[in-house]
């Protein structure tokens, strides 16, 4: 499995921006795409973005297009969530998570094995 650690979440003003970072074990992280969930108070876990292995590839969920970037920078082991123009209904936990079959690039959580522990955003005036 990828061990999977996020960072990057805080309070922010909505119209606001976050950078979230996932930092994935070395050895096998070249080989997984990589995406972000978020859950809600009460709500599902959903899909918010996937990148795949080369960073080439990348989905969005249809409420984050235009204001969500994912990227990847595979000499750090690291991939990025830039949020832009973040609105209270951002608000959730949000989760980094892998595949369980490498060079796959799924976009159902039931296809990803391997979780990160999640990091708070909240988007509130």
């Known amino acids: 499995q990828v061990q999977l650690v996020e960072s990057g979440g805080g309070l922010v003003q909505p119209g606001g921006s976050l950078r979230l970072s996932c930092a994935a074990s070395?050895?096998?992280?070249?080989?997984?795409?990589l995406a972000w969930f978020r859950q809600a108070p009460g709500k599902e876990r959903e899909f918010v973005a996937t990148?795949?292995?080369?960073?080439?590839?990348?989905y969005y969920a249809d409420s984050v297009k235009g204001r969500f970037t994912i990227s990847r920078d595979n000499a750090k082991n690291t991939v990025y969530l830039q949020m832009n123009n973040l609105e209270e209904n951002d608000t959730a936990i949000y989760y980094c998570?892998?595949?369980?079959?490498?060079?796959?690039?799924?976009?159902?959580?039931?296809?990803?094995?391997?979780w990160g522990q999640g990091t708070q955003v909240t988007v509130s005036a």
């Open positions: 070395e050895r096998t992280f070249t080989h997984y795409a």
């Open positions: 998570a892998a595949p369980q079959f490498q060079h796959t690039i799924p976009l159902e959580r039931i296809d990803y094995g391997s």
């Open positions: 990148a795949s292995w080369t960073g080439g590839r990348t």
